[in-house]
């Protein structure tokens, strides 16, 4: 949609009736009355086409049904303009592809001949804005409603403050400015266009036919790798037909971006990911796009950026990474998948006692009490009262899921289940950050274990990070506590922004893109939500 293009309107409108329907002609130029009778007639087909839109309703009530759309001013020409280009322009953002509705709006506006006609026109490019800025700033889709897990709330936005924002602002400007303007946002455009120029120029050519591939392999396998890899940006041009040094090279670098282990070999594992289509990688483009849309633009100065599929926690201060650390997620079951969600952190346990969760308890633990009254004897079984109950006294076979009247906790040391210190920012869901006796799962290249809270791999270098801010020597002042076997909770000074994310596809700070797997197959439902909803991906391929 080009701007002239967009700019064609009203032809057949007659200069007065539509200066009449906006109160501009010269006072005595037609009688009171008629003006009163237009006005009211423009006022009416608004408020009647405004009718489900509480934003466009709300905004003309404030604006006294004043035009900001159909006015023959430049002002109004440029609004126009604006909007049409924008909508005809929504896939550059991994939005439904709006060309059609563009189209109407204008043959809309070729057909007006009433001064309701007018009022409806006006109505309809207002509305048009409105979902246009609240796709583009909150997303298309409601998280909860695709996937259980996806516990995110979207932010909310004032519908009639694009109107006014487009009424007292240059159009061209304002509506760049509703563009999420994160980094991470940018870059995936940035992405999402480069990879669909490279599907129109045929993609990365034939798929890698082997299980696995290593230095001094030879054979059309290893060209095929070759050539993948070149296209895809990971090796200079080269005729070797050998997995020489620069090919396992190649390699590496390839696995370091897509989460895998950084070994130089062409495993099933890197081999599958190399053969993923370009199409493939779009998709998690887009998906991401949709999801960086429904995260507050507020992040926090210093927050917590918890990646599921990536398997880290950071530490993100003024934008950059001043942390990272491993993490463990949940396992890939139903009742065990870690939410996605934001809250706050507001403080720490060192020490801590777990207090197991009714789940585990019902689920795991009562059915070996009932065959066992001494099993799982690293836990204290508790009344309501919190007193220790005698195991050699109580008749567990008695108790079911529903009537189980105690509660259990293991108390802190270093075997307990959250290890040495816990990180809370209290949530329904019962989440949050530990440490684990359990080191050796963070040496594994996917980290889906827990029952759905997030172990980190440095808990005490985390603590570090987070008390610098409020304690000159926040190592000592850390292990003076440890060391005192004592359960401690430390307050934050400062509350510290939770965001647990889940995204296959990231832009480093570098540039460049980096892709994981699909964990727990959320990104899969998000897709076809998307495709539901009209996305889709370009239709010229190689």
């Known amino acids: 949609m080009t701007r002239a293009t967009a700019g064609s309107f009203l032809p057949g409108i007659k200069a007065g009736l539509f200066a009449l329907a906006l109160g501009g002609l010269a006072a005595g130029a037609v009688s009171s009355s008629a003006q009163a009778e237009v006005s009211a007639a423009f006022r009416q087909a608004v408020a009647e086409a405004a009718f489900g839109s509480d934003a466009v309703a709300e905004f003309y009530r404030k604006n006294g049904y004043q035009a900001i759309w159909t006015g023959q001013d430049e002002a109004s020409r440029q609004r126009r303009n604006a909007l049409l280009a924008a909508l005809g322009d929504t896939q550059a953002h991994g939005l439904p592809d709006r060309s059609a509705e563009v189209s109407a709006l204008i043959e809309q506006m070729r057909d007006v001949r009433t001064t309701r006609d007018i009022g409806n026109v006006e109505a309809a490019l207002s509305r048009a804005l409105v979902q246009y800025a609240t796709d583009l700033q909150t997303g298309l889709l409601v998280p909860s409603q695709i996937d259980d897990g996806m516990v995110r709330k979207k932010h909310t936005v004032d519908g009639a403050t694009f109107l006014a924002g487009i009424r007292d602002t240059q159009p061209y400007a304002y509506l760049r400015s509703l563009v999420p303007a994160s980094p991470q946002y940018r870059g995936l455009m940035r992405e999402k266009l480069r990879l669909e120029q490279v599907m129109a120029a045929g993609g990365w050519g034939p798929a890698v036919n082997a299980k696995k591939l290593e230095r001094g392999d030879q054979g059309p396998a290893v060209v095929a790798l070759r050539n993948r890899l070149m296209l895809m940006g990971y090796l200079q041009r080269s005729a070797a037909r050998t997995y020489d040094a620069a090919l396992e090279k190649a390699v590496q670098s390839f696995q370091s971006d897509h989460g895998l282990e950084t070994d130089g070999v062409a495993g099933a594992g890197t081999i599958d990911e190399i053969n993923k289509p370009v199409s493939a990688r779009l998709k998690s483009i887009i998906i991401a796009m949709e999801?960086?849309?429904?995260?507050?633009?507020?992040?926090?100065?210093?927050?917590?950026?918890?990646?599921?599929?990536?398997?880290?926690?950071?530490?993100?201060?003024?934008?950059?990474?001043?942390?990272?650390?491993?993490?463990?997620?949940?396992?890939?079951?139903?009742?065990?998948?870690?939410?996605?969600?934001?809250?706050?952190?507001?403080?720490?346990?060192?020490?801590?006692?777990?207090?197991?969760?009714?789940?585990?308890?019902?689920?795991?633990?009562?059915?070996?009490?009932?065959?066992?009254?001494?099993?799982?004897?690293?836990?204290?079984?508790?009344?309501?009262?919190?007193?220790?109950?005698?195991?050699?006294?109580?008749?567990?076979?008695?108790?079911?899921?529903?009537?189980?009247?105690?509660?259990?906790?293991?108390?802190?040391?270093?075997?307990?289940?959250?290890?040495?210190?816990?990180?809370?920012?209290?949530?329904?869901?019962?989440?949050?950050?530990?440490?684990?006796?359990?080191?050796?799962?963070?040496?594994?290249?996917?980290?889906?274990?827990?029952?759905?809270?997030?172990?980190?791999?440095?808990?005490?270098?985390?603590?570090?990070?987070?008390?610098?801010?409020?304690?000159?020597?926040?190592?000592?002042?850390?292990?003076?506590?440890?060391?005192?076997?004592?359960?401690?909770?430390?307050?934050?000074?400062?509350?510290?922004?939770?965001?647990?994310?889940?995204?296959?596809?990231v832009v480093s700070g570098k540039g460049r893109a980096e892709f994981r797997r699909d964990v727990y197959g959320r990104d899969a439902k998000v897709w076809a939500a998307l495709e539901r909803a009209g996305v889709a991906l370009p239709s010229v391929q190689g």
């Open 291 to 505: 999801r960086e849309r429904w995260l507050t633009p507020e992040r926090g100065e210093r927050h917590i950026l918890v990646n599921q599929t990536d398997f880290t926690a950071k530490i993100v201060d003024n934008g950059d990474v001043t942390f990272e650390t491993r993490s463990v997620i949940g396992k890939n079951t139903h009742d065990r998948r870690s939410p996605e969600f934001s809250d706050e952190m507001e403080h720490m346990v060192i020490n801590p006692s777990w207090y197991v969760p009714r789940s585990i308890i019902t689920k795991e633990y009562l059915p070996k009490l009932k065959n066992n009254p001494n099993a799982v004897g690293h836990i204290q079984i508790t009344d309501r009262r919190g007193r220790v109950v005698n195991r050699g006294s109580a008749d567990f076979s008695q108790y079911t899921a529903r009537n189980f009247p105690f509660s259990m906790r293991q108390p802190p040391s270093r075997s307990n289940a959250l290890g040495l210190v816990k990180f809370m920012f209290p949530n329904k869901y019962n989440i949050y950050l530990h440490d684990t006796p359990q080191k050796s799962l963070f040496a594994r290249e996917v980290r889906a274990f827990s029952h759905g809270c997030i172990r980190l791999a440095q808990p005490f270098e985390f603590a570090y990070a987070l008390l610098a801010k409020q304690t000159e020597n926040p190592k000592d002042f850390f292990h003076r506590i440890l060391n005192s076997g004592k359960e401690t909770k430390v307050e934050l000074e400062t509350k510290v922004p939770v965001h647990i994310i889940y995204r296959t596809a």
